[in-house]
């Protein structure tokens, strides 16, 4: 299939360890966020979102952490498979407004 | 499970020939979207509907392309002429209300312009 991102910064990371992907969002006024992950040849896949009343929220494997005062959202993925390895994308929305999507960073997992 | 459908996957074209796209969202969901994602960079929206009506098409460029949902349901995105420059992958996204709740995506096409 065809690369997703061929330019996109990369994130290597041993089989096991932990991930973290940080992200900078662009609008103040953003109030829910959305972390993606895309395979190649594939639509975004919905991983975990947060809302802008928290800074923190779990899933299975995955933690998102929200710091409001810098415009920082970063995911959190605890020991990292090899199916983990994709294109991942932060995206923030307004209320009644489109999905801005950030630039995305690839994870490649080492066996 | 409820999915976004989209077809077709791959397309090939001519420089200055018409291509549609089409988009099925998920079952009730009001909010439909269109982005393009060019190769190496998030996705971009083109348009977003709310129901039948345009949202946003701010980012549309309407002198090529063209969208429309004319029952709120499914959707129709398209580019006449087709310039090389749109070679990239169109996804559609659909959500049960207009942000705030999660966009889940389809597939997409992938458009290729010779």
């Known amino acids: 299939g065809e690369s997703v991102g061929l330019h996109l910064p990369t994130l290597s990371v041993q089989e096991g360890d932990n991930s973290i992907i940080n992200c900078a969002y662009s609008n103040s006024a953003s109030d829910y966020f959305i972390w993606y992950k895309q395979e190649s040849g594939k639509g975004p896949q919905f991983i975990i979102d947060?809302?802008?009343?928290?800074d923190k929220r779990q899933g299975q494997r995955v933690t998102v952490l929200l710091n409001k005062t810098v415009k920082h959202l970063s995911l959190q993925i605890a020991a990292t498979q090899p199916g983990d390895s994709a294109v991942y994308f932060c995206?923030?929305?307004?209320?009644?407004?489109?999905?801005?999507f950030g630039p995305g960073t690839r994870l490649s997992v080492l066996p | 499970e409820a999915e976004v459908a989209q077809s077709p996957r791959y397309k090939i074209t001519e420089k200055s020939q018409a291509v549609a796209f089409w988009c099925d969202p998920i079952s009730g969901h009001a909010t439909l979207y269109w982005y393009r994602q060019i190769l190496g960079q998030g996705p971009e929206l083109l348009v977003q509907f709310q129901d039948e009506s345009v949202v946003d098409d701010s980012q549309l460029p309407k002198d090529r392309f063209s969208a429309e949902r004319l029952k709120g349901v499914d959707s129709t995105l398209k580019i006449q002429p087709a310039e090389l420059g749109d070679s990239a992958m169109y996804l559609c996204?659909?959500?049960?209300?207009?942000?705030?709740?999660?966009?889940?995506f389809g597939q997409g096409t992938r458009l290729t312009v010779v």
């Open positions: 996204a659909s959500s049960s209300s207009v942000g705030g709740t999660e966009a889940f």
């Open positions: 947060i809302r802008s009343n928290m």
């Open positions: 995206a923030e929305n307004v209320f009644g407004q489109n999905f801005v």
